[in-house]
């Protein structure tokens, strides 16, 4: 039963959780000195705030499994889930889905103020989208996006550092990539039973959301290249640019999965299996700790 619960808990997509490390990874330039009491601080901050988000996306994981149980059951992979299948009591997932965010909440107000106002802003949106956004077109995936957003705005809140507008417009058009590319991998994995297990898929359709997905990525990467040259507090030599062949890669490679490995439906799943993505993610988090330690703003 516990095993049950854990798996619906989500943890392989904690990793989207991940994005509040963003504020302090990028303000490393600023604060680091060899056995600096601040860094130490802020990366505890950052981890606890980590736990914290987590907590609160395993309720709205819960929550959601909840409302959509009977939707599940008429799924070829979500009717082996552990409530649609029955393995797992309601009752004890609706507790668990009380005692996270009560528990969360409170703490993430103690870490402080603006950090525990977004956390909280995160959990209502979420509360919303499981129950009445998620049922409208377009609305579904740009909720989804803003809670992305909300995630990195987060972490910057928590050790208190100002939120780059670069960082919300990124995280914003990569979410909005990613969740377009899900809605896709929907649609078409289960193609005349798609509005049996989510009704909002009857709005979509694969050459509408091919084209969303061409434009999404496409402003994802524009952005993101500018952000590299004009953001103020990187290395004034720009090397910060050298970065964005693993942004272009890792973008290529998601459209690849996508549409010739028919993958996109768990973007978790992808991130944890896909070896070259996996390498791609590494050499830009090594290369973009090298040039903010290297090349002092």
């Known amino acids: 039963m516990l095993k049950d619960l854990l798996f619906t808990m989500r943890p392989k997509q904690w990793t989207k959780n991940g994005l509040v490390f963003l504020g302090f990874i990028f303000t490393l330039n600023e604060y680091w000195t060899p056995f600096s009491a601040t860094m130490y601080r802020m990366l505890a901050t950052t981890l606890a705030a980590f736990v914290l988000f987590c907590m609160l996306s395993s309720a709205v994981y819960l929550i959601n499994d909840l409302v959509d149980i009977e939707q599940d059951r008429n799924h070829p992979t979500k009717r082996y889930r552990p409530l649609a299948s029955g393995r797992l009591s ?133 952005a993101y290249s500018l952000y590299t040259f004009t953001a103020e507090k990187l290395p004034k030599n720009h090397a910060m640019m050298l970065t964005i062949p693993c942004v272009l890669y890792g973008a290529f490679r998601y459209l690849y999965l996508v549409h010739l490995r028919n993958e996109g439906g768990s973007p978790e799943e992808i991130l944890l299996k896909d070896v070259p993505l996996l390498v791609d993610i590494a050499i830009w988090i090594a290369s973009v700790l090298v040039i903010l330690f290297v090349f002092r703003a």
């Open 90 to 222: 309601p009752r004890l997932a609706a507790g668990t889905a009380i005692v996270l965010p009560a528990v969360a909440l409170p703490a993430a107000f103690y870490i402080n103020l603006p950090f525990g106002l977004v956390a909280l802003g995160y959990f209502l949106l979420m509360l919303a989208y499981s129950f009445v956004l998620k049922h409208l077109v377009l609305v579904d995936v740009l909720t989804i996006a803003v809670g992305f957003v909300l995630r990195a705005a987060a972490g910057a809140e928590a050790i208190s550092v100002a939120i780059s507008p670069w960082l919300v417009v990124c995280t914003l058009l990569g979410a909005l990539f990613l969740g377009f590319a899900k809605r896709r991998h929907e649609l078409v994995l289960l193609n005349d039973q798609a509005t049996n297990h989510r009704q909002i898929l009857s709005e979509y359709s694969p050459a509408l959301l091919d084209q969303i997905i061409i434009i999404t990525v496409a402003t994802t990467i524009m």
